[in-house]
C-alpha cells in the first residue's frame, strides 16, 4: 500500500464536480482508494463518501491506494488534484 | 408599474416573457409495512426506479448543447454517480429488509440521514450539496410513485420565451428548459451558490433565485419581465416599462459584442482620466488570461498557494524563481506581490502546530501578524520579493495592516534585509514599493497616517467589508447583512481614497468590489484609479470606464456619500449607471 499527503488547491474545494471526477478517476483502477481528512476515512470510489469529506480549498487529504495497479493510481490522482480537477479559475 | 418581487441575482441578463408556473409539489411518502413474502419484489422495484433515473439522467446529459461550458456534463456525472453509489443503491435494500418497509420510504429514510450529514459541515459550499442529494433522491422517488409524479422538466416541455416560476429547480431541470429555449428561471428557494445557480450562469439564462412567495404572487401566463442583474421580477410591465427593458436587452446584446473591440484599448473615460486595470492573480499559470485581456499589470498576487499544505515553507531560492518567472512574464509592468496572508483555513502546518487555533481567525493570528510572529518565514519571503524585484516592477504588499507599529516593524525587516543583499552582492530594486492593504476598518480610519508612510494603499473590500459590518461572508444566515453600499463602507473607501491623494501615492481597490461592475461608476466618481480584478471581469470594467464622464459623476458621489439608507445609495448607484 502506498500513501501521500495531498494538498486541495484549487478554489472551490473537493465539491461535488471535483469529487465526481476523483470517483471516476479513481473507479478506473483495480486498486482500493481510500481518503483520509482528520478523523474521517472513506472510499475514495464513492461520491457520497469524498463529498463528505467536505474538504475546501486548503485542506489535505491523505490518500491511500492498495492494489496491483497502486503506483499508477496514485500518481494520477495526484496529477487530477494538481491540475485543480481540470477547473479554469 | 407592476407588481415588483425582489430576490437573489444569480445570472445577469433581461428576460421578458410570460410566466410558466412550475408546479413541484412535495412527494408525499408515507410508510407501509411489507410482508415478508414480498420484501424481495419491494426491492426489485426499488431498482427498477433506480435504473430508470439513470436511464433519465443519461438521455439528459445526451441533449447537452455541444457550446455549453464542458464542466455542465461534470453536474449531471456528480448525480449519475450518487445513483450508482452504495449509499443510494444499497443503503435502500437494506433497510427495506431491516424495517420491512416500503421503498419509498427507505429511499426518503436514507435521504434523511444523508443530508443530516451535509448540514452539518462547516463550509457553506458544500453545506448547499445536500441540494444535489435532494434531487437525485426526487428523481428515484418520482419514479417508484409512477406517473402523475412526473419531473418538472417534463411539464415545461414548449417552455420556449416562458420566465419558469418554480419553488426549486434540479440542474437537469435547467438543462432541459434551455433545450428548450427557456427565457429565464425564478424560484423562491436556492442560494447563489448552489448547482442550479452556476448551471444557469454558466448557460447565460436570466435567473432569480430566493424570490419570496413568487409562486403566490404570479399568476399563469402572466407577462413577466425578468432583471437578472438587479435580482428582481416585475409583473404585469406598463408598455413603457417593456419598451424600457427591450432597450436593455438590446444593450446587453450590444455590449458582448463591444468587449472584444475594446481589449487593445486604453482605459480612458470619456473625459480624458487615465485608469490602470490590474489582474488578481494566484500562480504563474495565471498569466496567459492576463495576456488574453491586456491588463496594465498585477495588482494581487496571492502568495499563499505556494505555501499551503506542506510541512516546511518554501525556501528563498524557491520563492525567487516563481516570484521571478512572474515578474519576467510581466515584461516591466507592474507586479504587486502581497506577503503571506495566512490565517483562516489556509493555515501553515508548522506555524498551526505552534499556535492554538483560535475560534474566530478571521480576526485572529493571520497575514502581517503572523508573519511578524514568525519573522523567520516573513524574512525569507521578504528576500525573495526583493531579489525578484531585479527583474521588473514590483511592488510588495503587506495584508492587513492595523497599527502603525505593524508597518515600521515591517520597513526594519525590509531594511536590514536589503543591506544583507547589498553586502551579498545580489541585485534588487533599490527604490521597490512598498504598500499596504487597508482592509481593517482602523486602518481605512487611520488611512493618512498609512499614507505618509507607504508608497501606495490597496483596498481589500472583502475583509474590509466583512470586518466594518461585522458579517461573515460565508454564513448565510446573515450574510443578507453583507452590502458593498452600506453608508459606513462607503465612507471607509472614500476615507483611503483621499488619503492617497492627500499624500500623493496611488490607491488601489483589489476586492471583489473592484470586478463588479455595479459598482466600476461610483468608484471612478469617488476617485479610485486603479481597479484589481480577476482577469475575465477587467473588459466589462473598461467598457464601463470608458463610456463614463468623472466630470458628470462627481455630482452624484457627493449624493451618495450624504445619503443615509441603503435603498437611497442603490437607487443613485443605479442612476450612475444608466447616465450616458
Known sequence: MIRKDIPVINRLGLHARAAAKLVTLASEFSSAVQLERGKKRVNGKSIMGVMMLAAGQGATIRVMVDGPDEQEAMASIEELFRQRFGEDE | ?580
Open chain 2, 1 to 580: 408599474m407592476g407588481l415588483v418581487i425582489n430576490g437573489i441575482s444569480v445570472s445577469r441578463g433581461i428576460a421578458i416573457g410570460k410566466a410558466h408556473l412550475l408546479r413541484h409539489d412535495e412527494l408525499e411518502v408515507s410508510r407501509h409495512t411489507v410482508p415478508r413474502p414480498l420484501i424481495d419484489e419491494e426491492i426489485t422495484r426499488f431498482k427498477v426506479a433506480l435504473g430508470k433515473a439513470r436511464r433519465q439522467l443519461r438521455a439528459i446529459r445526451d441533449r447537452i448543447p455541444h457550446h455549453a461550458p464542458a464542466d455542465i456534463v461534470g453536474f449531471i456525472d456528480t448525480h449519475l454517480l450518487m445513483l450508482e453509489d452504495a449509499v443510494l443503491t444499497e443503503a435502500p435494500i437494506e433497510i427495506i429488509r431491516e424495517q420491512q418497509c416500503n421503498a419509498e420510504w427507505a429511499v426518503k429514510t436514507q435521504c434523511e440521514t444523508l443530508v443530516n450529514v451535509f448540514e452539518e459541515m462547516n463550509d457553506p459550499y458544500l453545506r448547499t450539496r445536500k441540494d444535489d442529494i435532494n434531487h437525485v433522491v426526487d428523481r428515484v422517488l418520482r419514479n417508484l410513485m409512477g406517473p402523475g409524479s412526473g419531473e418538472a422538466g417534463q411539464q415545461s416541455r414548449g417552455a420556449k420565451d416562458r420566465i419558469v416560476i418554480a419553488e426549486d429547480v434540479s440542474p437537469a431541470e435547467v438543462l432541459i428548459m434551455h433545450h428548450e429555449g427557456v427565457a429565464g428561471i425564478v424560484t423562491r428557494y436556492g442560494g447563489p451558490n448552489s448547482h442550479t445557480a452556476i448551471l444557469a450562469r454558466s448557460l447565460g439564462i436570466p435567473t432569480v433565485v430566493g424570490a419570496p412567495h413568487v409562486q403566490e404572487y404570479i399568476r399563469k401566463h402572466e407577462a413577466l419581465v425578468l432583471d437578472g442583474r438587479q435580482g428582481a421580477v416585475l409583473a404585469l410591465p406598463m408598455p413603457v416599462e417593456l419598451g424600457y427593458y427591450r432597450g436593455r436587452q438590446r444593450e446587453e446584446k450590444r455590449r458582448l459584442q463591444e468587449l472584444k473591440g475594446i481589449r487593445d484599448l486604453p482605459a480612458r473615460t470619456l473625459d480624458g482620466v487615465d485608469v490602470q486595470l490590474l489582474a488578481n492573480v494566484e500562480i504563474p499559470e495565471d498569466i496567459p488570461s492576463i495576456k488574453k485581456v491586456c491588463a496594465d499589470g498585477i495588482g494581487l498576487y496571492r502568495t499563499e498557494m505556494l505555501f499551503i499544505n506542506r510541512d516546511r515553507p518554501p525556501d528563498e531560492e524557491e520563492q525567487f524563481q516563481v516570484y521571478r518567472k512572474i515578474v519576467r512574464a510581466m515584461k516591466g509592468a507592474p507586479v504587486t506581490i502581497r506577503t503571506l496572508d495566512l490565517g483562516a483555513d489556509k493555515t501553515l502546518q508548522e506555524v498551526q502546530r505552534d499556535h492554538v487555533v483560535m475560534t474566530n481567525p478571521a480576526m485572529g493570528l493571520r497575514a502581517i501578524r503572523c508573519c511578524l510572529k514568525e519573522p523567520e518565514i516573513f524574512v525569507t519571503q521578504i528576500r525573495a520579493i526583493l531579489r525578484a524585484s531585479a527583474y521588473g516592477n514590483v511592488r510588495m504588499m503587506i495584508p492587513m495592516l492595523s497599527t502603525l507599529q505593524e508597518l515600521r516593524q515591517v520597513e526594519n525587516l525590509v531594511e536590514e534585509e536589503k543591506k544583507r543583499l547589498r553586502g551579498q552582492r545580489k541585485a534588487f530594486d533599490e527604490s521597490i514599493r512598498i504598500g499596504g492593504m487597508i482592509e481593517v476598518p482602523a486602518a481605512a480610519m487611520a488611512a493618512n497616517a498609512f499614507a505618509r508612510r507607504l508608497d501606495f494603499l490597496s483596498i481589500g473590500t472583502n475583509d474590509l467589508i466583512q470586518y466594518a459590518l461585522a458579517v461573515d461572508r460565508l454564513d448565510e444566515e446573515v450574510n443578507y447583512l453583507y452590502d458593498p453600499l452600506h453608508p459606513a463602507v462607503l465612507k471607509l473607501i472614500r476615507m483611503t481614497i483621499m488619503a492617497g491623494k492627500k499624500a500623493g501615492i496611488p490607491v488601489s481597490m483589489c476586492g471583489e468590489m473592484a470586478g463588479d461592475p455595479r459598482y466600476t461608476r461610483l468608484l471612478l466618481g469617488m476617485g479610485l484609479r486603479e481597479f484589481s480584478a480577476y482577469p475575465a471581469t477587467l473588459l466589462e470594467i473598461k467598457a464601463i470606464i470608458n463610456s463614463s464622464r468623472v466630470g458628470m459623476l462627481e455630482k452624484y458621489i457627493r449624493r451618495i456619500l450624504r445619503a443615509e439608507r441603503q435603498e437611497d445609495i442603490l437607487t443613485l448607484v443605479e442612476t450612475l449607471n444608466s447616465l450616458h
